[in-house]
Each structure stands twice: as structure tokens, then as C-alpha cells.
């Protein structure tokens, strides 16, 4: 198991009530509250709702699209993303494991674990940090999809993250429209539904895999975490503000290195830090771009340091350089 | 001087102490250190180094290179704004300051220069999409809270780019 600080598991509504009387005593403020109540809203409606539709996918002067379907069968999941333009890929998340199908190049790559029995809620902390660090706010009624949706928006207080607008249905909660937007209000990324029909009757057949056995000739990569707790030892010296460790621990990687690995969450997006002893064959140093998240690696000793997330560069950059043995 | 000028290149100055590290580059001195401590690394690293009259050669090639300053309305309609459509014609990496100097020479409106900006880093982002492994992609993926309330859409962001190796 990889070893992880739950400062809180998902709380029985008792104990959100009891967090929620403590937060009216102890909150700076009530928004404090109110974004991350907003947040479990559309949390759960991710999860419990039934929707197929075409999303949209721009990021950088790239636009894809794909088509997804979320199904909920008392009580387990199953979601199914196949993109329409360009190489063929499929990811399925089913019974807590997400696969993600490369049919050109016959890979495909196993997540055993998924974010949902991973990831703890939101901690006192980190509630606290969302309105320390953003302006939460709601903005105004927008059509998105065909629906009357209703907008959101976390804006950054520091330059060291992102702005994210979100458009809710109002009725189910789920999210329709992601928007992550930099200091210049420039998109970075967004994700949209360009149709989405929630609450529709999804059968099993359409969450099923295109190969629901793995052909002979395909290579099967996974990168599960370590089983063994073990204390990788290493830290960020400086984390940006708000930011508090979710995950230490080890991950094994498709030619079995064990790369250490720490998450760092501010509660709305996540800073992931890789450290592996540095290979000989050369590799990419500096900065990087994958749709929003932002990549920084570098030479730390005999130490490859990776440092990737939903933040700026100048984050990423930040933390890489503030990686150190405790 | 020698160890603010390593530091810098690390990345490890800001504020007022990067200030001087730069006023040192600007010297004839600074600027040798510079450039070997940038050979070494290169040579660690196995990147290989330039060949002797690589400037010169750059500064000919770069010189004889025409520059498109003006959008091109041939292209596809893009959705939304895209900084692209600044097409900055610049076709080596290194280029991207001199053309956003000439961008914002020529059209005085403030966001050109911060359009070509950015522009230029995504073009140069490109030609290495594989920069980071998607193992790497996937694992920050499982724990990122964009999962929790977007569900599997933002794994998009490990599967489009790259071929899965």
C-alpha cells in the first residue's frame, strides 16, 4: 500500500454536520463552506449520475473530440471515454481500475488503483486554503450544451495557480464545462460537453471495452503503486502556500524502477512529484506542456526530478527546486 | 561571480540577486562562463554541443529567414481564441525573441506581444509532446481532485498526446 496521510476519510453525514457547525465557530469566512460544499456537490454528481455525450477537448491550439459514457449500477461505476479524431484511444474506469487503450502502437496501459478510493476529502485545511488562495464566486447563467447552466468560478489570489471556472447543470450538479484560465484570463485548457443527455438509460454494453480480453500481441504497462509502505524520505522544503501532502510513497513503473512519489493538493488541483535515480540514456531537462498540466525535470544529483500539475510553470518550477532528502 | 552565474542557470536566483547574475552576463566575462558551464552541461547530459561557427551560421540562416508579422486568414476557422493565430512564422525555437521584439515594434496594441509569447511556447512545446513519460501522466492523473468532479474527461490529457510508449 502506499503510504498516505487521510487527515480526514469521507465523513457519515453526521460527522459533515458536526465539521459543518465547526466551520460556522471556526471559518474565516462562510465561502470557506460553501466552495467546498460545492465542490462535493459536483463530486457526487460525477459519480451518481447516468450521462452520455460528446466532449470537447482544447488545449493549447489543439481541439479534439470525444464521446463518454458514465454509468452508475448500484453503486459501481463505469465510465467509457473514446476520442473521435485522430489515433484511436479508449479509456475505461471499471470496478476501480482505469485502462487506457493505444491501438496503433497495440499498448495498453493499467491503473489498478483509481482517485476515488485513493483520494481523502477535503481536509479542514485544505478547506480553508481553497478560499485562503481563491475567490470563490458564482457567475452567471450560461447555455452550454443545450442547458441553462450555472457558472463558477475560482480565482487565484497568488500567481502560483490557475483560475477555474466550472458550468454546473442546475439540476443534477454535474459539471458540463471546465475552463482553466491563466493570469491573462487566457484559456489553458477546457473540457465541454457539446451534448450531453444526463439521467439517460445507459446500458452495460455501451461501458464495455472495445477489448474486453487484451489480444496476444498487445503490451500490457502497468504502474501500480508499491504494495510495501515504505518512507521514501524525500520532501518539498518549500511548498507554495496551501499546498499540503496527500501521497508519499513508492510506484513501481512498467520496467519495475521504483519511483518515488508525493502529491501535493491545494484542494482543487493536485502537484505530483516523481524521483528516480537518473537513467544514463539523455532526457528532456526544462519545461514542458500536456494540455494544462505544466512538466518541470531536472538534474538533482544523481536524481531525476519531475515535477508536473494543473498549476503555472513558475509552481511546478518552484517545487522541482525545492525537492530535498528530510 | 562564477557560483551566481551556475545558480542562475539552475534557476535557483530571483528579485535583486538575479538582477546582478544578469548584469554579469552583459560582461564579456560573465558571458564566456556562461557559455561553458552551458557546454559542460550539454556534454554531461550527452545532448551534444553546437560545431564551431554555429552563431554565425544561425545569425545567416536566421537573417535570410522571411518573417510573417500579420495573422494568417488562410488558415481554418479556430474555435474561440486561439493565441496561434498570431502566426509568429518563426521556425526555430530560438527565434521567439527576436520576432515578438519585431511584433511589438510593428503593432503597438499591448496584448501582440503576449500573444506571440505565448504562441511561440506552444509551438515550441510541440515537437517534443512525449517530453514526460504517461506513466508519469496517469499516476498524477489517479490523485488529481480534476478526476473527482470531471470524472475520466481529463485523462484526455495523458492519452491524446503520445502513442501510449
Not at chain 1, 479534439?64 to 454509468?71: A, D, I, K, N, Q
Not at chain 1, 496501459?109 to 483520494?119: C, K, L, Q, S
Not at chain 1, 447543470?169 to 460537453?193: H, M, W, Y
Amino acid at each position: 500500500m502506499i503510504a498516505m496521510r487521510r487527515p480526514h476519510p469521507y465523513l457519515p453525514w453526521i460527522g459533515q454536520a458536526l465539521l459543518a457547525a465547526a466551520w460556522l465557530v471556526l471559518a474565516p469566512t462562510a465561502s470557506a463552506d460553501d466552495a467546498a460544499a460545492w465542490l462535493d456537490r459536483a463530486a457526487d454528481a460525477a459519480q451518481k449520475q447516468n450521462y452520455v455525450g460528446t466532449i470537447a477537448y482544447q488545449h493549447g491550439g489543439r481541439f479534439e473530440t470525444s464521446r463518454l459514457v458514465h454509468l452508475n449500477d448500484q453503486g459501481r461505476e463505469y465510465e467509457k471515454l473514446v476520442n473521435l479524431d485522430g489515433p484511436a484511444r479508449e479509456v475505461i474506469r471499471m470496478n476501480g481500475e482505469v485502462r487506457c487503450y493505444f491501438p496503433d502502437t497495440k499498448i495498453v496501459r493499467v491503473e489498478p488503483r483509481t482517485f476515488r478510493n485513493a483520494f481523502p476529502s477535503l481536509s479542514p485545511q485544505q478547506q480553508a486554503a481553497l478560499t485562503d488562495f481563491y475567490t470563490f464566486r458564482m457567475a452567471g447563467r450560461e447555455r452550454v450544451a443545450g442547458i441553462e447552466t450555472q457558472a463558477w468560478v475560482f480565482e487565484p489570489k497568488d500567481g502560483l495557480r490557475y483560475g477555474h471556472k466550472f458550468w454546473a447543470d442546475p439540476s443534477s450538479g454535474l459539471l458540463v464545462k471546465a475552463r482553466i484560465f491563466d493570469e491573462r484570463n487566457e484559456t489553458v485548457e477546457q473540457f465541454a460537453f457539446t451534448e450531453i443527455a444526463i439521467g439517460a438509460k445507459i446500458d452495460r454494453e455501451q461501458v464495455k471495452p472495445t477489448w474486453p480480453v487484451t489480444p496476444p500481441d498487445w503490451k500490457v504497462r502497468q504502474s501500480a503503486p508499491s504494495e510495501d509502505a515504505k518512507d521514501t524520505g524525500w520532501t518539498v522544503m518549500r511548498p507554495p502556500p496551501g499546498f499540503v501532502k496527500i501521497v508519499d510513497g513508492y510506484r513501481r513503473l512498467r520496467d519495475a524502477r521504483e519511483v518515488a512519489h508525493l502529491v501535493y493538493s491545494d484542494g482543487l488541483v493536485a502537484v505530483s512529484v516523481f524521483i528516480e535515480p537518473i537513467a544514463t540514456a539523455a532526457h528532456p531537462f526544462g519545461v514542458s506542456r500536456q494540455g494544462g498540466i505544466n512538466v518541470f525535470v531536472r538534474q538533482q544529483d544523481d536524481n531525476l526530478v519531475t515535477v508536473l500539475g494543473e498549476v503555472p510553470i513558475a509552481t511546478v518550477r518552484q517545487i522541482a527546486h525545492s525537492v530535498a532528502r528530510r | 561571480m562564477r557560483e551566481q552565474i551556475s545558480r542562475l542557470m539552475d534557476g535557483d536566483l530571483e528579485g535583486a540577486e538575479a538582477e546582478a547574475a544578469f548584469r554579469e552576463l552583459k560582461q564579456s566575462e560573465g558571458f564566456e562562463h556562461w557559455t561553458c558551464y552551458h557546454i559542460i552541461g550539454d556534454c554531461l547530459r550527452r545532448t551534444g554541443a553546437p560545431t564551431a561557427g554555429f552563431s554565425s551560421r544561425f545569425a545567416a540562416r536566421l537573417a535570410s529567414e522571411a518573417t510573417i508579422l500579420a495573422p494568417n486568414t488562410t488558415q481554418k476557422p479556430q474555435p474561440a481564441r486561439l493565441p496561434l493565430a498570431w502566426a509568429v512564422a518563426a521556425t526555430v525555437a530560438a527565434v521567439a525573441v527576436v520576432s515578438s521584439v519585431a511584433v511589438s515594434m510593428l503593432d503597438p496594441q499591448p496584448t501582440a506581444l503576449a500573444k506571440a509569447r505565448e504562441a511561440n511556447v506552444i509551438r515550441t512545446a510541440q515537437p517534443r509532446p512525449q517530453a514526460v513519460s504517461p506513466d508519469y501522466l496517469l499516476a498524477h492523473q489517479e490523485y488529481s481532485p480534476t478526476t473527482l468532479i470531471q470524472g475520466v474527461g481529463p485523462y484526455l490529457r495523458a492519452v491524446s498526446a503520445g502513442d501510449g510508449r
